[in-house]
């Protein structure tokens, strides 16, 4: 992890991304937020798992921010917080800054995701625009941009 000189206190740090496949989160996450994670098995990034229930996790650097893919033993494992059934369950949700809410939305149906939450203004657009979307993986999470796109939903 960064270190304390490194990082403001009280910034998210790390994360971690439970998977049942680590090789297609990594190509998610590279291709709808341009993640730079080394490859899956590569032996700097990919150690043996700590934890029961967790068989193995590949580790990432993207900016900042700084984590790892936990590939879980079960895929049932996998919290999937977007819940039909139970739609008020909640958890941890991380938000990602991107420039475009629609491409990066477009790009997450293109791999695999799927839009939980559609584009949505912030106090009419003060505060920028934010959406959800539900990974490869069945992990909720958000995005968040300054600005509207010039593409408008």
Known sequence: MASEESTAKGQMCWVEIPCADIPRAISFYRNVLAWDTPDAGT???????????????????????QGAFIKMCDPSYV????DPIEPFKS????????????ETLAKVEKYGGKVHVPKTAIFDGKMGWFA??????????GIWAQNDSPNPS
């Open 43 to 65: 032996p700097d990034a990919t150690i043996p798992a700590q934890n029961p229930g967790n068989a193995a996790l590949h580790t990432f650097k993207t900016g900042h921010l």
């Open 79 to 82: 919290a999937k917080v977007a």
């Open 91 to 102: 958890s941890i949700l991380p938000y990602y800054s991107v420039v475009d809410i629609n």
């Open 132 to 141: 959800r979307f539900i990974d490869s993986e069945g992990n909720l999470q």
